[in-house]
């Protein structure tokens, strides 16, 4: 008992979100969903897992990066102990396979906590057409994943309640599989507009990636609980 009680306080301080079933024998694996590709996940996460390792004498961690397409099979097929996805794969987990939440990640952005997120509905700066989600009918557009919560779900249901069909209204609806690759295919022109979720814009420019100033947000909302 004291055992299970240890690892689950170092666990909830780590931010960890999910629990998948484990046996605590000793050697874990935490799945980490790679919304911005495997690379910059481990980079993201592989502190979490040294810090386990270390402070759980005996226990090694292992970071495994997991595509949209992959937390959900890893967690049925028992590939991980434990896992860290965004808040819409959680509620299924939680229905389909029992998981149960340690605790909730705090992101934080230009050194604020923030316990909420959204998502963005953007194009490239220079499309004079692109205004309004009206705008967007007929048009090429880009989310990340079906099961991507701030990068498509939550933009799905922004569009339907302004009268939008995505599946129908659409020139084209494509997904990019990561954010950044939303983000680029706009750039690039490949798409007229896109979603990708709240904070991905902010984090790519900080990184040089992009310059904040080549896009523009869509009918956009400013949520106070977003910023405070």
């Not at 959204?118 to 309004?132: A, E, H, K, L, P």
């Not at 994943?145 to 799905?156: D, H, N, R, V």
């Amino acid at each position: 008992m004291k055992r299970h009680v240890s690892l689950f306080a170092t666990l909830l301080l780590s931010g960890l979100f999910l629990f998948a079933n484990t046996s605590f024998a000793g050697e874990y694996k935490i799945g980490v969903l790679a919304k911005r590709g495997a690379a910059k996940a481990i980079k993201k996460w592989s502190s979490t897992a040294d810090f386990l390792t270390e402070k759980l004498s005996g226990d090694k961690f292992t970071l495994v990066p997991l595509d949209f397409d992959e937390v959900f099979p890893a967690i049925e097929n028992g590939e991980v102990d434990f896992f860290l996805a965004n808040s819409s794969m959680y509620v299924t987990a939680q229905v389909k396979y029992g998981s149960g939440a340690i605790a909730t990640m705090i992101n934080s952005r230009q050194g604020k906590s923030l316990k909420f997120f959204g998502g963005v509905i953007f194009t490239y700066i220079d499309r004079d057409d692109i205004n309004s989600l009206a705008d967007t009918k007929g048009k090429k557009f880009m989310a990340v994943k079906e099961s991507s919560f701030g990068g498509w779900q939550m933009a799905y249901k922004e569009l339907l309640s302004q009268g939008i069909d995505p599946m129908n209204d659409f020139a084209s609806l494509q997904f990019g599989g990561k954010h950044d690759n939303v983000v680029f295919a706009i750039q690039n022109g490949e798409v007229d507009a896109g979603t990708v979720r709240t904070d991905t814009l902010e984090r790519m420019a900080a990184a040089g990636d992009i310059d904040m100033s080549e896009f523009k947000i869509i009918s956009q909302k400013i949520s106070e609980s977003l910023i405070s």
